[in-house]
């Protein structure tokens, strides 16, 4: 499956921001997604993931409450909205699907990865 990531931007804290990933491939549905970031200097971190059916849904700490993970499997696509954004979301965030049924938190559970959008949040 190829991954691309969009919707990153510049926002101010407070602002909110939706990212998308759109999945090549007719074999979306049977794929977990999930969402991770890069800061400058720090080293990959876990965001969020999403089962196949989307019933099964984690988040890390940092996000919980102000971020939602959504899949459509008609378009398929991953969604991630950001809402009362922190300069310390400012990242590059990436999708990243599974070829399996268990869920992942570490980057070396998925198998595929996109390239990566760019959210900087100003104070």
């Known amino acids: 499956v190829q991954l691309q990531a969009s919707g990153g931007g510049l926002v101010q804290a407070g602002g909110s921001l939706r990212l998308s990933c759109a999945a090549s491939g007719r074999t979306f549905s049977s794929y977990v997604m999930g969402w991770f970031r890069q800061a400058p200097g720090k080293e990959r971190e876990f965001v969020a993931a999403i089962s196949q059916n989307g019933v099964r849904i984690y988040y890390a700490d940092s996000v919980k409450g102000r971020f939602t993970i959504s899949r459509d499997s008609a378009k398929n696509t991953v969604y991630l909205e950001m809402n009362s954004l922190k300069p310390e979301d400012t990242a590059v965030y990436y999708c990243?699907?599974?070829?399996?049924?268990?869920?992942?938190?570490?980057?070396?559970?998925?198998?595929?990865w996109g390239q990566g959008t760019q959210v900087t949040v100003s104070s």
């Open positions: 990243a699907a599974i070829n399996g049924l268990r869920i992942g938190f570490k980057e070396t559970d998925y198998n595929y």
